[in-house]
């Protein structure tokens, strides 16, 4: 898979504990027609997470108008246990509602030892035969993803 830089959250980008953010990204113009679908963001981690004891990863979408002044999309991606977290992680769609610029936040509850995350937009969608974990239902709420190896406590929050 070719990745634009341009469209390059993260790329391979540490994590320990607390929050850390992603570079932002330029959605564009808004989308000119009913219908027309915002591309998925893909968070993998291509170095496994180690943590001490207990840990979760939770991503989060923030946005804005000027790629500036971000404010939460109110969009939580998805909350993932440490010792899982290894290969794709999530694959979701942007919400609709998103402004021009978006974000990634990174927020570790726990302590992490290593690991990295990397994550893009891509117009590729989870893989055939992938069902949601989760259900979109309103636009801050998009459909999210996993490969079956990883468990996320959003698993339940249908």
Known sequence: MQINVHEQFSNSQPLASGDTWSQSVDLGPPLPLAGMQRPFVRVQAPVPLRAVGAATLRIFIAHSDDGERFT???VLLDEIDAAQAKGVLVVARVPAHAK???RLA????GQL???AVSA???EEG???GTTPVRRGSAPSRPEIYHPSGIASSLNQRN
């Open 72 to 74: 939460s999309c109110g």
């Open 100 to 102: 021009r610029f978006v």
């Open 106 to 109: 990174y927020r570790v509850h």
């Open 113 to 115: 030892t290593g690991g």
């Open 120 to 122: 893009f937009l891509t």
């Open 126 to 128: 989870p893989a055939e």
